[in-house]
């Protein structure tokens, strides 16, 4: 008998011991390398972007043409005036580039809220409700996919400008069909899980079902996806901008920038090189920010 009770207070002392799920997540997430990395640059460029009037050197509107193509400070006649240069007008880059983080963040993260607000309602009523719903639901998603996103894109922002809302609105109505199909699938696996039929059982409504009870549970699927969309509508942007369509001159843009500096790209190749590295390195940060957190919310604990 005493040791019948000895084995039943290890097994309850074993229990207590056993980590939370959120205590087994917040430990692969500080051992997640790429996570790390990948939020720590995001984070970065944000407060980049929020403090830029206080951190940028110099108006990056103001023109000197009197200080034309600087050198960077480690090319030839490079100034710490001007750590990053000038463009062709004079106006000091990387103030330029400090401001042009705002533009990109503010597309991305504006384009991506909406278009994961109309693909997460739509995935989540087909999802849910299937039959004729789903069916239609379905139908909407490959009407989106047969439309050549970038065209209808170029279409659009030549009809309606340029202007910062303008495209976080058309981007955001264009890219929302990942949205949708991921939180369908994700939906339809959990709709006849144990709790949502309990709460089912005691009378909880439709919304409430679904968004207390499913929502809560394909979000880390949805902020994977939330990820893959910014990194893609921030590219977007910068296409759409090198062609002239996106944002407008003076606005300072890093698309823009290289379309500004592709004149030059044989005797001032920093003029392309250092957008295109901004770009290149907000769009990988917020890659391996996605990876990451799709590591460490898998069931099966991938590391």
Request: hydrophobic share 55%; aromatic share 8%.
């Amino acid at each position: 008998m005493v040791a019948l009770d000895n084995a039943v207070t290890d097994s309850t002392a074993e229990e207590m011991r056993w980590p939370s799920p959120f205590a087994v997540m917040r430990r692969r997430a500080l051992h997640h390398r790429g996570l790390l990395i990948g939020g720590a640059w995001l984070l970065l460029m944000i407060l980049v972007a929020v403090l830029a009037p206080l951190i940028a050197p110099h108006d990056p509107y103001e023109q000197d043409l009197t200080a034309r193509l600087i050198e960077p400070v480690w090319g030839m006649g490079g100034s710490w005036a001007h750590p990053l240069g000038t463009d062709a007008l004079g106006r000091d880059y990387l103030s330029r580039i400090i401001f042009g983080a705002r533009v990109s963040l503010i597309v991305g993260f504006g384009a991506s809220f909406i278009s994961g607000l109309i693909g997460v309602s739509l995935g989540l009523i087909g999802g849910y409700f299937g039959g004729r719903t789903d069916g239609f639901v379905m139908y909407l998603v490959n009407v989106k996919l047969a439309l050549p996103g970038i065209l209808v894109a170029l279409s659009l922002v030549a009809m309606f400008g340029g202007s910062i809302t303008a495209l976080v609105i058309i981007l955001g109505f264009l890219f929302w069909e990942r949205y949708a199909v991921v939180t369908r699938s994700a939906t339809q696996q959990i709709r006849r899980a144990e709790f949502v039929l309990a709460a089912q059982a005691c009378g909880a409504s439709r919304l409430r079902i679904i968004v207390g009870e499913i929502l809560p549970n394909v979000l880390n699927q949805v902020i994977v996806v939330a990820t893959l969309e910014m990194a893609i509508a921030i590219l977007v942007e910068a296409a759409l901008s090198f062609l002239g369509l996106g944002t407008q001159p003076p606005t300072p843009s890093w698309g823009l920038m290289v379309s500004e500096g592709r004149n030059f790209i044989f005797y001032k190749p920093y003029l392309i090189e250092l957008p295109g590295a901004a770009i290149f390195l907000l769009v990988m940060a917020i890659n391996m920010l996605g990876d990451g957190v799709r590591d460490v919310t898998a069931p099966e604990g991938r590391n």
